[in-house]
């Protein structure tokens, strides 16, 4: 069964570092999104892609993130410079065109911040 | 307005029993309701969906109740198993919108064996 990847499973940064979150998205799906859960807490929005650009965006999804689909299969998350308050686990989601209300989450990259 | 209320935190459950856990909305235009099971170290994985045109829905063990004019859901997993232990989450979203889920808190169930 297809399933949504993504990579490191885990990731360690100074305060202040650039950190790429990667997904890969299952095949044919067109919707995909970030969202992340800080240790113990719920599952919160971050972002929405679709058709190559950003559809939503939340209020924590600041100037420090940006969303990039370089090459058609990957999908990253970058955070430009990290925080404190970034440690978290990040998750990727895809959903396809029919269904789209559906959506398929990845492993997470749990992100620990220094 | 964007908030979905979840109840209870926590919940232990003996074997064979039934587990329920409730949620609540505020904003009407939400119309879909996942709930997904997520395991320690693992990503959320659909569990079960349901739209406001329908009371209840039942896939196996599992069944969403649905009360639109109370603006609740609630899951119920008949015949509790020690493997069903896990954290629950219920979501809402908007299908008119971007389709992005807004979670509940969580509910982190332990079922005895």
Known sequence: EPEVTQTPSHQVTQMGQEVILRCVPISNHLYFYWYRQILGQKVEFLVSFYNNEISEKSEIFDDQFSVERPDGSNFTLKIRSTKLEDSAMYFCASSPEWGKETQYFGPGTRLLVL | QQQVK????????????????????????????????????????????????????????????????????SLHIMDSQPGDSATYFCAASMTSGTYKYIFGTGTRLKVLA
């Open chain 2, 6 to 73: 979840q109840s209870p935190q926590s919940l232990i459950v003996q074997k064979g029993g039934i587990s329920i856990i409730n949620c609540a909305y505020e904003n009407t235009a939400f119309d879909y309701f996942p709930w997904y099971q997520q395991f320690p170290g693992k990503g959320p994985a659909l569990l079960i969906a349901i739209r406001p045109d329908v009371s209840e829905k039942k896939e196996g063990r599992f069944t969403i109740s649905f009360n639109k004019s109370a603006k609740q859901f």
